[in-house]
Nanobody, 122 residues
Framework: VQLVESGGGLVQPGGSLRLSCAAS????????IGWFRQAPGSKREGVSC???????NYADSVKGRFTISRDNAKNTVYLEMTNLKPEDTAVYFC?????????????????WGQGTSVTVSS
């Protein structure tokens, strides 16, 4: 069972990035998938999540700028990030929860990726 994030990098404020979370060893469609982030010196926080039923949630700080989506054929979940701000700088992690409710409660997540770094700076 493995989750692998990719797509991070350095981007200027106002720019966009698309993060990918590819799963192997299990079917993402059976899980809630969450994106979390941890900025330097800060606790990890929930960014967005998507249930197998199509329900999505977003942190207030990213609503209207980030979009989570799934490609079940590729067993991959994406996080499209637009209008990026310096405060979005963090390591972004994806995680999988066997449950059915789209929640960003970390303790409920069973599998975690290693993270991909996003830096928003001019």
């Amino acid at each position: 069972v493995q989750l692998v994030e990719s797509g991070g990098g350095l981007v200027q404020p106002g720019g966009s990035l698309r993060l990918s979370c590819a799963a192997s060893g299990f079917n993402l469609d059976d899980y809630v998938i969450g994106w979390f982030r941890q900025a330097p010196g800060s606790k990890r926080e929930g960014v967005s999540c998507s249930s197998s039923l199509g329900v999505t949630n977003y942190a207030d700080s990213v609503k209207g700028r980030f979009t989570i989506s799934r490609d079940n054929a590729k067993n991959t979940v994406y996080l499209e990030m637009t209008n990026l701000k310096p405060e979005d700088t963090a390591v972004y992690f994806c995680a999988a929860d066997r449950g059915k409710i789209a929640t960003m409660i970390e303790a409920l997540y069973d599998f975690w990726g290693q993270g991909t770094s996003v830096t928003v700076s001019s």
